[in-house]
């Protein structure tokens, strides 16, 4: 430190302050970046690395920007995840002997952003704190660009927090570390990004003061904790005040529908799986909204649909009367359109950076508001009117700002031109000096060409000499002696003035300066004056947005022939005609085929269906999710008749995201998500798993499948849609009652197979799969053998069953577990049919001998060896040995007999399987 130069004390003085961030340092016109700070910067800027001698033997490593171009550099290093140290010169030149004194004044990180450009206009950008304290965690969630800020908690619960966290898709977390530990892990891999900054510290005195003693003494203490927290975050980095941060929005998690990450990406709701965009999405369907406002407020709608039925309804009824009467939707949307995004006006003027044009903005939208007030007040709809009657017109606002700034002012605040004429008297003073002193100036060209008779004389300005008059060498004979004096000479002419320009230019000149400053002195103050009213603002904004929302829904409804749900507080969910909403619009010609629901709590509330790949079952059981999201909302549906419950949370299992989160397998993935759902679920949620089992073996798949189901079906009691490929598991519907098979019809003709997306009852009794592969090209060889060897398993199969007649012990509920003990019997069967029963009716095993001399490449063979042995082909050495003796099996079936299947979870019910697994192995 000591051999630093001065400057470079003062810069790792101040570094010290932001070690985490990358510090801009001002000098001068630019902002210079230092040691590892440089080297980063230049790399991910790709600016050029210099060196500065910094009193060190080696220069040191430095890059800059210059100021005035700063902020798209802080924007590129803020969305490759760093965070930047603004560093300013707090004094002027001169001020103080010495080192110029220099400061941060921002710390800009991902959710702090404030400039728009870096914003989605159509998205919140949030910033979320994660506490856990008094056995709660709580959660925090802050729009700083809006002044959004909404709090809960709940008692500690690791999936609790994901599933909330995952609602505000944060690009940036603080708080405890741990948890901070666990978003990371789970919530960053389906995030773009995620920046995680552990953070304990937080008064809650500065908090209280912002929101107000009313507002916290509501706040429980966890809550408390989190909010104090986040805000000592933002005061720490922004230091400055915070005027948009008015209001704590508090909610209980049992007031919406609950909805995992995982969930929620998997029925697209907001984004598309594959391609990660808006096209494709519900949002996307749904969002015809006019405003910004309203597109972050549908966003946050779909995101946390509502469990309060009259809450819902209130929202539907607003829907309804937007949807019949069509000049009542055009009179709202025509009001919609001309008004500005209030929320992030309001943000910016908060945040000091508001200029003429946002206050313009401010001003237009305002004018809007009477209008839709008055459209909303007659439209005979309670909740619109209820509504309007809370908007705020601000009518004293538009005025202020219509008064004073011009109908176009320039983008700088600080070059004059914002304030109207008449606003203020000593302004139109000092202009009415300046256009004087420019109108003789104006003049005087016309007067002293006429006085010297040189046509081509001029009046001009420049920067550095002010006015002047032009005469080009040729004419200079002609001027009178001691007329001018001579200022400037140039190439081929000379340039004067005269006592008066000088004192005319003088006038102007000051009168300019005076004119700038005096009118952002004016601007700051009526910027002040909209800063006052920010609250009422920004309950506008959220008005304004709500019947944005309202009109995009029955927009939507309208375009998409949606119809309203009939919602209820009972149980069961009957659909008549039910589709897709995206798929249906993203499919040509209107060739969607539209299917019912019924999950009735006295007759069947799960529904197994099995069917071909790309039958359609994915999309049918999105489908019956997003009717019921979609309905708790607040939206019409798809569908000509929908009742719908009120489902407290749908869990979804379906393949296409487990590829997001690396490293896990798919299966492991899918059983994690199962034993969440065990947990979870209760008798008002819906489940949605598809392709139940297949990230294993056909048996233990199938085992697990059947487990699952029948614990849906005994402990839970849930509406439930369950996809399998396994249309053995079809059984199931003679021994449980409340199970029904359905399937996906399909038309063979010759050797062509047409999907007819129709849901029907019964269970499919094939996959269709081979066909599907030659759908999707594969080669002609490989597709015939594989309906070869398909051929070859069928006929084992059937010979199988056969082989019950002949003696040989392959009955489906024939092993030797006691009647009483066997839990699972048609697995077991499954296990017989394809792969070779592990015990046969006298107990005999039998073993299959690895085959090296066969080499076993055609499967077909295989089977048959498997199951037939040494009565089929003794050449190939199976052998048979009697079972129940040997301790070790005796030992295996004593296991599975102690087996309590109802009472485990699926994990366990695995973790035992793989267990016998490998002893049977080992046997
Ligand atoms: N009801 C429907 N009407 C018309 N087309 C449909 C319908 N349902 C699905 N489709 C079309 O069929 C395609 C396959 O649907 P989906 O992915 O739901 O099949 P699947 O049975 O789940 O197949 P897999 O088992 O291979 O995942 C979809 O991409 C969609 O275009």
Not at 152 to 169: D, F, I, N, R
Not at 278 to 300: E, N, P, Q, V
Not at 481 to 489: L, M, V
Not at 766 to 787: E, F, H, N, Q, V
């Amino acid at each position: 430190m000591a051999t630093l130069t001065p400057m470079m004390q003062q810069y790792v003085k101040i570094k010290e302050e932001a070690k985490d961030a990358i510090l801009f340092f001002r000098l001068g016109d630019f902002y210079e970046i230092f040691f590892d700070d440089a080297i980063t910067a230049s790399r991910e800027l790709e600016i050029t690395l210099t060196g500065r001698n910094a009193g060190l033997e080696e220069k040191a490593p430095m890059c800059g920007v210059p100021y005035h171009a700063a902020e798209g550099y802080v924007q590129r290093l803020i969305e490759k995840g760093y965070k930047v140290a603004i560093c300013e010169q707090v004094e002027t030149p001169g001020e103080s002997k010495g080192m110029m004194r220099r400061e941060i004044v921002r710390v800009v990180t991902p959710g702090t952003l404030m400039e728009s450009r870096a914003l989605g206009e159509k998205s919140n950008n949030y910033l979320v704190c994660v506490t856990r304290s008094h056995g709660m965690m709580a959660i925090a969630a802050c729009d700083l660009s809006t002044g959004d800020l909404h709090v809960t908690s709940a008692p500690e619960s690791e999936e609790w927090l994901k599933g909330e966290v995952g609602v505000y898709q944060p690009v940036e977390a603080i708080g405890d570390a741990q948890l901070l530990q666990l978003l990371e892990s789970q919530i960053a891999p389906l995030e773009r990004r995620l920046v995680c900054t552990p953070w304990e510290k937080g008064k809650e005195d500065g908090a209280r003061e912002q929101f107000g003693e009313a507002s916290w003494a509501r706040l429980d203490e966890e809550r408390r904790i989190c909010v104090a927290r986040l805000f000592a975050y933002l005061a720490e980095t922004q230091k400055r005040a915070l005027g948009q941060l008015t209001k704590i929005s508090v909610y209980e998690p049992n007031h919406y529908m609950i909805l995992d990450p995982f969930t929620r990406r998997n029925l697209e709701l907001t984004e598309t799986v594959r391609e990660r965009s808006k096209k494709g999405s519900l949002l996307w369907l749904l969002d015809r909204t006019k405003t910004s406002m309203g597109a972050r407020t549908l966003r946050r709608w779909i995101d946390k649909p509502l469990l309060q039925r009259s809450a819902i309804e209130d929202r539907l009824e607003a829907v309804e009367y937007l949807h019949r009467d069509l000049i009542l939707r055009g009179d709202v949307q025509e009001a919609l359109r001309e008004i500005y995004d209030l929320e992030r006006l309001v943000g910016r003027v908060a945040f000091g950076s508001a200029n003429g044009r946002d206050l313009i903005a401010l001003r237009d939208s305002l004018i809007q508001i009477p209008a839709l007030k008055a459209v909303c007040l007659n439209s005979g709809s309670q909740t619109l009117a209820a509504t309007a009657k809370r908007m705020d017109e601000c009518a004293d606002l538009a005025e202020a700002i219509a008064a004073a700034v011009t109908d176009e002012p320039p983008v700088s605040v600080r070059d004059g031109g914002l304030i109207r004429k008449g606003y203020h008297e000593h302004l139109d003073q000092l202009r009415e000096a300046s256009v004087n002193g420019k109108r003789w100036i104006a003049e005087l060209e016309a007067e002293e060409r006429r006085i010297t008779g040189i046509r081509s004389l001029k009046v001009g300005y420049n920067k550095v000499f002010g006015y002047y008059i032009e005469v080009t060498r040729a004419n200079l004979a002609q001027l009178p002696e001691g007329r001018y004096e001579r200022k400037q000479t140039m190439s081929n002419a000379e340039r004067y003035i005269t006592p008066e320009l000088k004192e005319k230019e003088s006038l102007i000149l000051e009168a300019e300066e005076k004119m700038a400053d005096l009118e952002y002195g004016l601007f700051l103050e009526l910027r002040e004056q909209v800063a006052e009213r920010i609250p009422r603002l920004k309950a506008l904004a959220e008005r304004v947005a709500e019947t944005d929302v309202y009109q995009a829904f029955a927009e939507a409804s309208a375009e998409k022939s949606f119809v309203r749900p009939q919602l209820h507080d009972g149980y069961d969910l009957s659909v008549d005609n039910g589709r897709h909403p995206v798929v249906e619009a993203v499919m040509e010609g209107g060739s969607f085929v539209a299917n019912a629901t019924d999950l009735a709590e006295q007759g069947a509330n799960i529904m197994l269906i099995t069917g071909p790949n790309m039958a359609g079952k994915s999309t049918y059981m999105r489908q019956v999710a997003l009717i019921s999201i979609m309905a708790q909302i607040g939206c019409f549906v798809p569908a000509d008749r929908a009742n719908v419950p009120l489902l407290d949370r749908i869990f979804t299992r379906i393949g296409a995201a487990d590829d997001l989160v690396g490293g896990q397998s798919t299966f492991m993935v899918e059983m994690a998500d199962i034993q969440v759902m065990t947990q979870q679920a209760t008798k008002d949620s819906l489940i949605i798993i598809d392709e139940l089992g297949r990230g294993t073996s056909t048996s233990e798949g199938m085992a697990i499948a059947q487990a699952v189901i029948e614990h849906v079906h005994e402990s839970i009691g849930c509406k439930a849609l369950v996809s399998t490929h396994f249309h053995e598991l079809a059984h199931l519907e003679e021994s449980l009652p409340r199970l029904q098979n359905y399937c996906m019809a399909v038309r063979e003709s010759g050797d062509k197979v047409t999907f007819l997306r129709k849901l029907v009852a019964g269970a499919a009794s094939t996959s269709y799969g081979i066909y599907c592969a030659r759908l999707a090209g594969l080669p002609g060889s490989i597709i015939d053998r594989a309906y070869g060897l398909l051929q070859g398993f069928e006929q084992a199969a059937a010979e199988v069953a056969a082989g019950q007649a002949t003696g040989v012990s392959v009955a489906p509920n024939s092993v030797s577990v006691p009647e009483e003990d066997r839990k699972q019997p048609d697995i077991i069967r499954e296990e017989t049919s394809l792969m070779a029963s592990p015990a046969d009716q006298d107990g005999t095993r039998i073993t299959e001998q690895k085959q090296t001399d066969t080499a076993a490449t055609d499967a077909d063979e295989v089977v048959q060896l498997s199951i037939f042995g040494d009565e089929e082909h003794p050449a190939k050495s199976i052998h048979a040995v009697p079972a129940k003796e040997d301790p070790k099996v005796k030992k295996m079936l004593q296991r599975v007999r102690d087996v309590d299947v109802m009472n485990m979870t699926p994990l366990q019910a695995m973790q035992i399987l793989n267990e016998l697994k490998l002893e049977a192995q080992r046997l």
